[in-house]
């Protein structure tokens, strides 16, 4: 029967590099069901870096990335054996246990990912990553404006129009109204991103009777992001 198994086989190329996003599933309804804050929860996001750091210490990705309710991982040793099935499913039901532990709450329907595979080139790591932070401050500033909205006018007002603006017309109505994007904090704007820094760790030689400084990397969670360019990503040793 094993012939039955279709998709079993598939794989993605040797030494190659891949993406794997996670997206929440139905999150906007389970938004509604914990009775989340708006625009932005701090507690979720905390607990949605919890996920990101689980899943950075389970599968070794060399960069993770997440704003709203996805997580884009950056692999250069692929696991699995390249195998897609096996990638995407591990995954998405590990980011899923890893949520609903990590709330220690009872939820009405069990919280859910889904995954989906990118392989990608060094040459487009930057522009897929400045893709997605872009999304995040696209998303900043509609939760925001729609959250005013909604203070002012009807559900079905506001959906109506904030549809027929765009992002500077949003953004300057919330500055008339008091509300300065600037000045919110840097997750909310840019994501935030889990990746390996090194300490220095200042010890004692014996035998040479001195101090000794060695370096020792450590899982980072940064909530403070700059913009994404060649110059990061070098500098946290994801591109040469």
Same mark, same amino acid.
């Given at each position: 029967?094993?012939?039955?198994?279709?998709?079993?086989?598939?794989?993605?190329?040797?030494?190659?590099?891949?993406?794997?996003?996670?997206?929440?599933r139905n999150f906007h309804q389970l938004a509604r069901d914990?009775?989340?804050?708006?625009?932005?929860?701090?507690?979720?996001?905390?607990?949605?870096?919890?996920?990101?750091?689980?899943?950075?210490?389970?599968?070794?990705?060399?960069?993770?990335?997440?704003? %709203?309710?996805? =997580?884009?991982? &950056?692999?250069?040793?692929?696991?699995? *054996?390249?195998?897609?099935? $096996? @990638?995407?499913?591990?995954?998405?039901?590990?980011?899923?246990?890893?949520?609903?532990?990590?709330?220690?709450?009872?939820?009405?329907?069990?919280?859910?990912?889904?995954?989906?595979?990118?392989?990608?080139?060094?040459?487009?790591?930057?522009?897929?990553?400045?893709?997605?932070?872009?999304?995040?401050?696209?998303?900043?500033?509609? %939760?925001?404006? =729609?959250?005013? &909205?909604?203070?002012?006018?009807?559900? *079905?007002?506001?959906?109506? $129009? @904030?549809?027929?603006?765009?992002?500077?017309?949003?953004?300057?109505?919330?500055?008339?109204?008091?509300?300065?994007?600037?000045?919110?904090?840097?997750?909310?704007?840019?994501?935030?991103?889990?990746?390996?820094?090194?300490?220095?760790?200042?010890?004692?030689?014996?035998?040479?009777?001195?101090?000794?400084?060695?370096?020792?990397?450590?899982?980072?969670?940064?909530?403070?992001?700059?913009?994404?360019?060649?110059?990061?990503?070098?500098?946290?040793?994801?591109?040469?």
């Amino acid at each position: 029967m094993k012939e039955y198994e279709v998709y079993s086989s598939l794989k993605v190329p040797k030494n190659s590099k891949i993406i794997v996003r996670l997206d929440g599933r139905n999150f906007h309804q389970l938004a509604r069901d914990l009775d989340l804050i708006k625009p932005y929860d701090d507690n979720f996001y905390n607990i949605f870096s919890c996920v990101c750091e689980d899943l950075f210490k389970e599968f070794s990705p060399i960069f993770v990335y997440a704003f %709203s309710d996805e =997580i884009s991982m &950056l692999f250069d040793n692929v696991p699995f *054996n390249g195998r897609i099935e $096996k @990638i995407d499913s591990v995954m998405a039901s590990f980011a899923s246990s890893s949520f609903a532990i990590n709330y220690n709450t009872k939820f009405k329907k069990p919280p859910a990912f889904d995954s989906r595979v990118i392989p990608i080139s060094d040459d487009d790591i930057l522009e897929y990553f400045k893709w997605r932070q872009d999304e995040s401050w696209r998303n900043c500033v509609n %939760s925001h404006g =729609i959250c005013y &909205l909604k203070s002012k006018y009807s559900n *079905n007002v506001s959906n109506d $129009k @904030i549809n027929g603006m765009n992002l500077s017309d949003i953004h300057e109505l919330l500055f008339k109204n008091g509300i300065n994007l600037n000045d919110i904090d840097t997750y909310k704007k840019r994501g935030i991103a889990v990746y390996r820094k090194n300490k220095k760790v200042v010890g004692f030689n014996k035998k040479e009777n001195k101090e000794q400084i060695s370096y020792r990397s450590y899982v980072f969670t940064d909530w403070n992001l700059e913009k994404f360019s060649k110059d990061f990503f070098r500098r946290i040793g994801v591109l040469k």
